[in-house]
């Protein structure tokens, strides 16, 4: 009979508790309003499928201008919003939350400062991403997204000081890559003085499990990463796990078990992104455990 080993260091990181706690506590004190978040308030269906039993109601922007200020409140998801949503819930007199993760946060208000000083920003991340639309509204748009060195290399204006940071989600390693592969073409091609800084603003939970990650998945013969396909952390965090232990299956629930991969290993391990909360990885590990035993 196989092990079944649930990763100790999954589940929910530091963030996305505090938004969650957030979003229980407006609920649990707010039952004769009806309360609100703009798209996912994180990335797993699981999780909002829960809070929306408790309540909480998933609209979009054209919606927002539909609801009653009387009655409603609007919470602000985890990955922030750019100012131009707060004008909007201001505007309409809509009573607001934000549960913003505290480092995204922190991101915004350091690319806020740097555009007020009129340094070039560029951002390692996913242009439509949740996270980035609100660290380029706070910019006013004016910043590059890029995926590789060789996007800013062949976008950034070499006169002006420039700024690299990361969508807090993206892979260290990568971030410090591109900053390695851009530096000396940035000291060739600069006209003046100006300066190429690195803000490392991948999450340090994140930076934490990756290494924690790697280590499970090297000690289990095959391993079940649960995950949103919509998460970029949970894109981030398999890869890691599938480098690590190339028998690595990415699944949102447990309908998506191959049975007959179970029945050839000895050791499972279970574990997902950080958006994936634990209640959810014990009920795929019991999922699991009713496949091996029918």
Known sequence: MATINIDNYAGFCWGVVQTIDKVE???????????????????????????????????????????????????????????????????????????????????????????????????????????????????????????????????IDYSRNTILCSQTTMNQDTLLSIYEQVSDIFEERKSNDSILKLENTVCKFMINRERKLQQFAEHNDLVLFVASSHSSNGKVLYTICSDANPNTYFIENIDEVDISLLKNATNIGITGATSTPMWLLEEIATGVNNLLNN
């Open 25 to 155: 506590d407006t609920l649990l004190h707010n039952s004769d309003r009806n309360v609100y978040v703009l798209g996912e308030i994180i990335h797993n269906p699981k999780e909002i499928e829960r809070l929306s039993g408790n309540g909480l109601q998933s609209i979009d922007y054209e919606q927002l201008a539909t609801i009653s200020p009387d009655d409603s409140i609007v919470v602000i998801r985890a990955h922030g919003e750019p100012p131009s949503t707060y004008n909007a819930i201001d505007d309409l007199h809509i009573p607001l939350i934000d549960a913003t993760c505290p480092l995204v946060m922190r991101l915004q208000d350091k690319l806020r400062n740097y555009y007020q000083q009129h340094w070039q920003i560029v951002i390692l991340g996913k242009y439509d991403h949740a996270e980035v639309l609100g660290l380029r509204g706070v910019c006013n748009d004016e910043c590059i997204v890029i995926r590789t060195a060789e996007d800013m290399i062949n976008n």
